[in-house]
């Protein structure tokens, strides 16, 4: 049994939980039951179910992919890429977006409540994949009525479920386009990770993650967390045209250790206003998640395995200032669908912006997206 | 009135404390007084003084230049560029290498007793700028009764010295190596130097600097700052080649959260022994002063202007890994150069391991010091 609750406004973005009952077996062996998806979608599912598709989320995105954010009050993430006009439009489109499993803005996390003790889960959350968030994503779709999926289509770790979604359902994806993503987490990639998580877990007030009842989350550790990770998404080119040296509301340097620069401001501030609308736990569990992440050790070592006999078309995306997930990952995947004998389109565009690129404004990203989509129109 | 008391082993590294009078006057309007520098000394000055090297140290580098680290037991950290047969050669040279101004290894720092209070200085201790540390130096050469320097040589912060020292006194500075460096820290090396600060302010050990009363120094925000300082010093492909994804004494994953991967176990060591041997204020000091470094805006905004006139020779090398300080900086230290009419040689070598190249086995490195201070005797 499943129950459907709206919570929004149904005329544009509609936000429901579906409460499936499971259990969903985990990559780990452990068994998840049950299974709460928070999800949004847009526009209205054709008779033939043909018109649904699937927008994945990044790391610390969420479902309001085109609604106002609950929380922070703004836009959704990717309000160029899903409306009226632009390259996935709901007045065609089924568009369905689901907060990933162990994240928190409503679908099963570590900040939710573990039915056997009734308490949240905390760190007794099982460890989960980015193929166990796909999975909890083919069971909504399924309790959609969804057979297939028009198409897939993710940014960053976004991109990496577009990649398992087209590994591990084949038959449920036509379209996979995977954007300024990789096929594994390299040991760079960890690292910066592995950093964040110390930051949390360095942070007294972490608790080994027991801070639910308390009033006193690890802020200041989750916000160095991301300042870290947010360097990651932005070029070195970027941030120097961006706010160079440039001095924060003052003439000369103080001497002291405010933020004298512009760029200390700016991170300060992405640090602080993260921690209003992120959970530490989730965190720790979604950046394991992805360094866990390698695509070809799941299908024997050998990437093209994954995509082998494949009938998805798939366009590859990067970004020429990336250097999270460079140019290099998007070949790799690439090569191994070419392989695989897949049908693929990839291109690098070019964009000063680093690895964020593909959340921000780009009429090429979206003109890409948009021949992409509609050539794959039956 | 200055004091030298020697400390060590009088054969081979000479390490001494100089008390200066002082006062010495900062950047930043503060005066200093006394200035105390620790430091070691390698082979015999000439009669006429016209051996002297100063190798000058990286951000948590010492004076420990080659001979055992007294808290590590660990090897001096440029063994590979000074010894018997080595291009810097105590036979011949005679080496100098003192602990910055800020640092924690015995010079002038905020560990140090303020003679104000007879307390340690902490934030008291006044906000410094590379040209401090550099003026210090000077003070020390001073003191030492050498008056031109046959080399200054310095890779990272220590490269910055030497632009430093050759900008300063340029009369006092025959030969000036400048190694994996950049003429002034770009937004993206502010960003992550913030991080580290942040880090360890974000500790609640460190108490807004006054720890050193306390056995509970802000070791957790220290480590996190080492780390996420020490994905900067390599490259994403030299991590590769050392780490890539490989597991920890492990077979499988682990599904939680400790040490899956070696890279994050590498990194957490690099943490947790950073603690041991350096102070955390000064980690704070020292890194602020990078990121005030900007040589052309303490010369009218033209970088050329430092060097105006100069008869130093400059050599500066660059490691094409390296996107700390990547090679596009030391193209601007050597435009520069040319544009002042300076005698300038310049070369990037090919090495995997990123900026921390400058510190590891190069022949090639060591080829082209040698072969450009041999260039220089007279």
């Known amino acids: 049994m499943a129950a459907t609750a709206p919570l929004d406004d149904p005329r544009f973005g509609l936000a429901r939980t579906a409460r499936l009952p499971g259990p969903l077996r985990l990559d780990g062996g452990a068994f998840l039951a049950p299974v709460e998806i928070a999800y949004e979608t847009y526009g209205t599912l054709a008779a033939d179910g043909g018109n649904a598709i699937l927008v994945c989320h990044a790391l610390t995105g969420d479902q309001h992919l085109a609604s106002t954010h609950p929380r922070t009050g703004k836009p959704g993430w990717w309000t160029r890429m899903v409306g009226p006009g632009r390259p996935i439009d709901p007045a065609r489109d089924f568009v369905i977006c689901a907060n990933v499993l162990g994240s928190c803005m409503g679908s099963s996390?570590?900040?939710?409540?573990d039915p056997t003790t009734g308490a949240p889960y905390a760190m007794r959350f099982p460890v989960i994949t980015l193929r166990d968030m796909v999975r909890a994503q083919a069971m909504l779709v399924d309790h959609?009525?969804?057979?297939?999926?028009?198409?897939?289509v993710g940014g960053s770790m976004g991109g990496m479920q577009v990649l398992e979604w087209a590994a591990t359902f084949p038959d449920r994806v036509a379209s996979a386009v995977?954007?300024?993503?990789?096929?594994?987490?390299?040991?760079?990639?960890?690292?910066?990770?592995?950093?964040?998580?110390?930051?949390?877990?360095a942070d007294p007030s972490w608790r080994g993650g027991n801070y639910y009842e308390h009033d006193?989350?690890?802020?200041?550790?989750?916000?160095?967390?991301?300042m870290a990770a947010h360097i990651t998404y932005l070029s070195?080119?970027?941030?120097?045209?961006?706010?160079?040296?440039r001095l924060q509301k003052r003439e000369a340097k103080s001497f002291g250790f405010d933020a004298d620069f512009q760029v200390e401001s700016y991170l300060r501030h992405q640090g602080i206003s993260f921690v209003d609308r992120f959970d530490a736990n989730s965190y720790l569990y979604i950046t394991r998640a992805m360094d866990y992440f390698d695509l070809a050790e799941e299908h024997g070592g050998l990437l093209a395995n994954a995509?082998?006999?494949?009938?998805?078309?798939?366009?590859v995306v990067s970004f020429d200032t990336d250097w999270l997930y460079p140019t290099s990952e998007s070949r790799a995947i690439v090569h191994a669908l070419n392989a695989a004998g897949a049908q693929v389109s990839f291109v690098e565009l070019s964009s000063p912006f680093g690895h964020d690129s593909f959340l921000l404004e780009s009429p090429a990203l979206e003109a890409v997206i948009d021949g992409f989509l509609k050539a794959g129109q039956t």
Do not use: W, Y
């Not at 996390?109 to 409540?113: D, K, R």
């Not at 995977?178 to 877990?201: C, D, K, L, T, Y």
């Open 109 to 113: 996390g570590p900040a939710s409540i």
């Open 144 to 152: 959609l009525g969804i057979g297939r999926l028009r198409a897939v």
């Open 307 to 315: 995509f082998k006999g494949t009938k998805t078309r798939f366009c």
């Open 178 to 201: 995977v954007i300024a993503s990789a096929p594994r987490h390299s040991a760079q990639n960890i690292a910066f990770h592995e950093v964040g998580r110390q930051a949390i877990m």
């Open 236 to 245: 070195e080119a970027g941030l120097t045209e961006k706010f160079g040296r």
């Open 216 to 226: 006193d989350p690890p802020a200041a550790g989750l916000a160095v967390a991301r």
